[in-house]
């Protein structure tokens, strides 16, 4: 069951890197373009964010066996659609399938995890794996993208969810089964109420604004369908704050966000991730169109990132977060990642990879120290009661924020000119469009991220000496028990 719990995670996390690699040949088979590849990332990450605390809640709700079984069940079978896709629609349709199955997979994959061993040195050991697959992740799935893309083809980047997943079914099923009925075990249902309505709203409402981004892009701001998706996403969004309110049991309750620095916490995360996933995606892409890359040479070339944020967030956990306060060391990783993220603005079309090389190290120094802190502060003085949709609510704000920041780059992207399908051996000219579109997004990426460091700079409360040292001397297991979070977005 271990083993069936760390393939998941290892699957879930691969998935959101491995699509990256193969977006210009997708864009290239089926015509799409830059604004329309941006849907296959956030079509995922939607789902994902979306339903995350629904799906927590459905494991604590009727049993963590069945909502991991399916929730894997329907990543595999979305997987394997999505490898199947001669169109936009079924290509969207099943990566938001896929982000509906991860979101509800993914918390009973950890809750069960934690079920397995008393806590202790064995428990300790199984999130120090868990960790590190988390962290290995992306290194994992932007290599695999490459070398599925280039020895085979994109459709490979989905096909190859489905024998590992169908294992990992078959894993779960026998070794869960076992517990069947065992009080408090992965298969024992819970009570209480499931706040569907409200996990709808956040993310149609979400779905909305973001797809008000990208017509925008497409159509102008002054668009009926544009100013419609708005007008939509923000008065569902009114009505989920109002039901959230009152519902009984809220999937994202609101009196998380009455603390002033776990607040500024979840918006400080949220624009960092927000201006960091639109450079991943327009990087990749980069490599591709501009230096003529193979999608195998441009995985390689992605290997800095991970390596550098997992070194630089392990020294901030276990090193760097005894001396400093959380505020302190969120400042200066933000402040690092708005450099780096300014310093891609200087790309042109002859611009060496060694020349993007220091960019990338000071970005990534940067999301490696920041998000450590940023995780802990949106843990900090939570209830005992909430401390599952607190966690939840972490990795909402970083799948939701790097939709919406995606689309915000994107629309930015295409007001450089007409956004053409961009591809391999694409025109001088149509590679200058490129270029000259991905350096605004640059810029409004770094304005996203130097947002984050305004708002720890200024909101986030200086510790007084007790509350630094209270801090500074968060135990070791919390760190590790989110660490996971914090890597992700290598």
Do not use: C
Request: charged residues 10%; glycine residues 10%; hydrophobic residues 55%.
């Amino acid at each position: 069951m271990l083993t069936a719990v760390l393939v998941t995670q290892l699957m879930l996390v691969l998935d959101a890197a491995i699509v990256n690699i193969a977006l210009p040949d997708i864009g290239s088979e089926l015509h799409m373009s830059s604004t329309s590849l941006s849907w296959i990332v956030n079509a995922y990450t939607l789902a994902f964010g979306g339903l995350l605390l629904l799906g927590a809640r459905a494991g604590d709700l009727v049993g963590r066996r069945v909502t991991f079984l399916a929730g894997m069940a329907v990543f595999v079978a979305a997987s394997f659609a999505g490898g199947l896709s001669q169109g936009e629609a079924l290509l969207l349709a099943s990566r938001a399938l896929q982000g509906a199955g991860a979101a509800f997979a993914a918390p009973s994959a950890l809750a069960i995890l934690m079920s397995l061993y008393k806590p202790g040195a064995e428990q300790t050991r199984a999130i120090g794996w868990y960790t590190v697959v988390s962290a290995s992740g992306a290194a994992t799935g932007l290599l695999a993208g490459g070398i599925l893309t280039s020895v085979a083809s994109w459709r490979w980047v989905f096909f190859v969810n489905v024998p590992i997943g169908v294992a990992v079914l078959v894993a779960g099923f026998r070794a869960l089964s076992r517990e069947k009925g065992a009080p408090g075990s992965a298969s024992a249902p819970g009570r209480g109420s499931v706040d569907v309505t409200g996990a709808l709203l956040v993310t149609v409402g979400m779905t909305s604004v973001v797809y008000g981004f990208i017509r925008a892009a497409s159509d102008g701001w002054t668009d009926g369908g544009t100013l419609a998706a708005f007008g939509l996403g923000l008065v569902l969004l009114a009505i989920f704050v109002a039901v959230e309110l009152r519902a009984a049991a809220p999937v994202m309750p609101l009196r998380l966000f009455a603390d002033r620095d776990r607040a500024t916490a979840y918006l400080a995360r949220l624009m960092l991730v927000a201006g960091s996933l639109g450079s991943f995606f327009f990087m990749s892409q980069y490599m591709q169109i501009v230096l003529g890359w193979t999608p195998w040479q441009s995985g390689v070339a992605f290997l800095p990132f991970p390596v550098t944020i997992f070194i630089s967030s392990q020294l901030v956990a276990r090193v760097i977060s005894n001396h400093y306060s959380t505020k302190a060391i969120a400042a200066v990783g933000t402040l690092l990642s708005t450099i780096g993220m300014l310093m891609l603005t200087t790309l042109t079309e002859h611009t060496s990879y060694l020349q993007m090389l220091p960019a990338f190290v000071v970005f990534a120094l940067g999301n490696g120290i920041a998000f450590v802190p940023l995780t802990t502060a949106g843990l900090s003085r939570v209830e005992p009661s909430d401390t599952s949709v607190a966690s939840g609510l972490v990795n909402v704000t970083q799948q939701l924020g790097g939709a919406l920041g995606l689309a915000v780059l994107v629309t930015v992207f295409a007001t450089a000119g007409k956004d053409p399908a961009v591809a391999p051996g694409a025109s001088q000219h149509a590679i200058h469009t490129f270029v000259t579109g991905a350096d605004r997004g640059f810029q409004v990426g770094g304005v996203m991220l130097f947002i984050a460091f305004a708002l720890v700079m200024l909101v986030m409360r200086r510790p007084s000496k007790d509350a630094a040292s209270r801090d500074t001397a968060a135990p070791v297991e919390q760190l590790r028990d989110t660490e996971e979070i914090a890597l992700e977005v290598g």
